[in-house]
């Protein structure tokens, strides 16, 4: 049971375009979200994060907007840059007793930005 | 500089042996934990540690065992009871369980291979 899911494996776009990286998730309990970049044979670095009493988080070019009526969130990269080239992982927390210190994570979409 | 350090880069494991995978960090965290990656999947759980001498199974713990001796260690036995073992391992920490914002913080990852 996936209970965070990227559906899109990847995204290809152009340098100084926004890249758009959308997760949704179905536990309601999930109330603080995570996106991590990674590269190929490295650990994930943590990228941005949001809690569920906002709807925007921003730092620098990477913002992140939470629906949580819908259970979905995006990650916005703008503009895109050849470095931002990696796999971006959405991950969820959820709070309560052998919950509150696990991640759970999706599948990643790769984005490739071509110049 | 604080960080997470995972050896070996890469190991390799022949049928029927177990072999442990090191994560150091010195950080200060009081919580670690043990993912695994597999191609085209999300990060797994394996197992995690909010206290030294105490560590709980996470999401696929069958075949792995952990001990957290120091704050600093936990090591990952990867036994022979593993019956699909290669895969990319990744070790993360985190200042302590129980908070709601608290992010996790990953090392360079271990690629196990079986010969």
């Known amino acids: 049971d996936q209970q965070v899911k990227q559906n899109s494996p990847s995204l290809s776009v152009q340098e100084g375009r926004i890249s758009i990286l959308n997760c949704d998730y179905t536990?309601?309990?999930?109330?603080?979200f995570l996106w991590y970049k990674k590269y190929p044979a490295e650990g994930p670095t943590f990228l941005i994060s949001i809690s569920s009493i906002k709807d925007k988080n921003e730092d620098g070019r990477f913002t992140v907007f939470l629906n949580k009526s819908a259970k979905h969130l995006s990650l916005h990269i703008v503009p895109s840059q050849p470095g931002d080239s990696a796999v971006y992982f959405c991950a969820a927390r959820g709070l309560g007793a052998g919950t509150a210190s696990k991640l759970t994570f999706g599948t990643g979409t790769r984005l490739q930005v071509t110049l | 500089d604080g960080g997470i350090t995972q050896s070996p880069k890469y190991l390799f494991r022949k049928e029927g042996q177990n072999v442990t995978l090191s994560c150091e960090q010195n950080?200060?965290?009081?919580?670690m934990y043990w993912y695994r990656q597999d191609p085209g999947q999300g990060l797994r759980l394996i197992y995690y540690?909010?206290?030294?001498?105490?560590?709980q199974k996470g999401d696929i713990a069958e075949g792995y065992s952990v001990s957290r001796e120091k704050k600093e260690s936990f090591p990952l036995t990867v036994t022979s009871a593993q019956k699909n073992p290669t895969a990319f391992y990744l070790c993360a920490s985190s200042i302590a369980q129980g908070l709601a914002r608290e992010t996790q913080y990953f090392g360079p990852g271990t690629r196990l291979l079986v010969l």
């Open positions: 540690s909010q206290i030294v001498n105490d560590f």
């Open positions: 536990n309601s309990m999930f109330d603080y």
């Open positions: 950080l200060n965290h009081d919580a």
